[in-house]
């Protein structure tokens, strides 16, 4: 095979401007999730009523009692998300050139900022929102997280390439072996995100006055569902441990070893939020951490799934 002449050029590097901009959207991105955590907490689900994306039938609400201010600030900012996503695919594909592997991960940015969107208006018109203690919640809870967390990863990992510098710059060797621990260890936090989802809408609509009630409560047959689901979460947690440190002991790198920071620290502060009962202060710095951890895990697992290596080879090589 030859090289052709137009592929021994090197692309060109997408300009600092763009990597900030793109870790400004995460950053942003962010902040929708931990309000949507405070719509939660604060029962503000069905501030706007049964109706999307319009706030009680306008486009701006008329003396609005504090949970619809609360819940159509949290619409705003996604409307505001939306916005900003699509200027960065935009971007990204004005700056990057045909087969670069950020192009994907932006595409993917748009894609489930659609599916949040739909997710969020079926949980407000299906009226999952406030103290709706169904299963069909708790599955839409779930389903709705589980996407908010596709959609933060495929931002994060857009902005991390972004700001990897010119092709080649950070390659990858490629190793098959790590492949697989690397899938589990995302596929693992993705559970542990789903099930901490429930956990938390548990601790929000049913409090409990001490530890001691709410470990009782776990396994009390007369409790409510979403109640005895709590246990879920550590166990999916203890699972995601094994799976991660599987992966970052053999990685041994730097952004490896971030990711276990992070995770210590993530552990560290679930374990206060059990002690506390959940405050919802506890609860927006425990996503918080929660979200900078995916974001480092999905760059760490894409670097090894989708080494910049392989991509140069397979562009140079014709």
């Given at each position: 095979?030859?090289?052709?002449?137009?592929?021994?050029?090197?692309?060109?590097?997408?300009?600092?401007?763009?990597?900030?901009?793109?870790?400004?959207?995460v950053?942003?991105?962010?902040?929708?999730?931990?309000?949507?955590?405070?719509?939660?907490?604060?029962?503000?689900?069905?501030?706007?009523?049964?109706?999307?994306?319009?706030?009680?039938?306008?486009?701006?609400?008329h003396?609005?009692?504090?949970?619809?201010?609360?819940?159509?600030?949290?619409?705003?900012?996604?409307?505001?998300?939306?916005?900003?996503?699509?200027?960065?695919?935009?971007?990204?594909?004005?700056?990057?050139?045909?087969?670069d592997?950020?192009?994907?991960?932006?595409?993917?940015?748009?894609?489930?900022?659609?599916?949040?969107?739909?997710?969020?208006?079926?949980?407000?018109?299906?009226?999952?929102?406030?103290?709706?203690?169904?299963?069909?919640?708790?599955?839409?809870?779930?389903?709705?997280?589980?996407?908010?967390?596709?959609?933060?990863?495929?931002?994060?990992?857009?902005?991390?390439?972004?700001?990897?510098?010119?092709?080649?710059?950070?390659?990858?060797?490629?190793?098959?072996t790590?492949?697989?621990?690397?899938?589990?260890?995302?596929?693992?936090?993705?559970?542990?995100?789903?099930?901490?989802?429930?956990?938390?809408?548990?601790?929000?609509?049913?409090?409990?006055?001490?530890?001691?009630?709410?470990?009782?409560?776990?396994?009390?047959?007369?409790?409510?569902?979403?109640?005895?689901?709590?246990?879920?979460?550590?166990?999916?947690?203890?699972?995601?441990?094994?799976?991660?440190?599987?992966?970052?002991?053999?990685?041994?790198?730097?952004?490896g070893?971030?990711?276990?920071?992070?995770?210590g620290?993530?552990?560290?502060?679930?374990?206060?939020?059990?002690?506390?009962?959940?405050?919802?202060?506890?609860?927006?710095?425990?996503?918080?951490?929660?979200?900078?951890?995916?974001?480092?895990?999905?760059?760490?697992?894409?670097?090894?799934?989708?080494?910049?290596?392989?991509?140069?080879?397979?562009?140079?090589?014709?």
């Amino acid at each position: 095979m030859a090289m052709t002449s137009t592929s021994a050029v090197p692309a060109k590097p997408p300009s600092r401007a763009l990597g900030v901009f793109a870790w400004t959207v995460v950053g942003y991105n962010i902040l929708v999730i931990l309000w949507g955590a405070v719509v939660r907490t604060t029962g503000s689900g069905a501030g706007c009523g049964a109706a999307w994306p319009l706030c009680n039938g306008d486009f701006f609400p008329h003396h609005p009692r504090l949970a619809t201010i609360i819940e159509f600030a949290h619409r705003s900012m996604s409307g505001v998300c939306t916005f900003l996503v699509l200027a960065l695919a935009v971007w990204t594909f004005k700056a990057t050139r045909r087969g670069d592997r950020t192009r994907r991960a932006v595409m993917a940015s748009v894609f489930f900022l659609v599916t949040e969107a739909l997710l969020g208006a079926a949980l407000v018109l299906g009226g999952y929102v406030e103290h709706n203690t169904s299963t069909a919640r708790v599955v839409m809870q779930s389903i709705h997280f589980t996407n908010t967390l596709m959609l933060l990863g495929a931002i994060g990992l857009t902005a991390w390439w972004l700001s990897s510098g010119a092709p080649g710059k950070r390659a990858t060797r490629s190793d098959k072996t790590l492949i697989w621990p690397a899938w589990t260890a995302l596929a693992a936090t993705l559970v542990v995100g789903a099930t901490g989802a429930v956990a938390a809408l548990a601790d929000t609509l049913f409090p409990s006055p001490s530890l001691q009630a709410a470990l009782a409560a776990d396994f009390a047959a007369s409790a409510p569902l979403l109640v005895r689901m709590r246990w879920v979460h550590p166990a999916a947690a203890a699972v995601s441990l094994c799976c991660v440190l599987w992966l970052v002991m053999r990685v041994r790198s730097t952004l490896g070893r971030v990711v276990a920071g992070l995770l210590g620290l993530q552990l560290f502060l679930g374990l206060v939020d059990v002690v506390l009962l959940a405050p919802t202060w506890m609860q927006i710095l425990h996503l918080l951490v929660a979200d900078l951890y995916w974001i480092a895990l999905v760059a760490l697992a894409a670097e090894l799934i989708w080494p910049e290596s392989n991509r140069m080879q397979a562009t140079l090589c014709q």
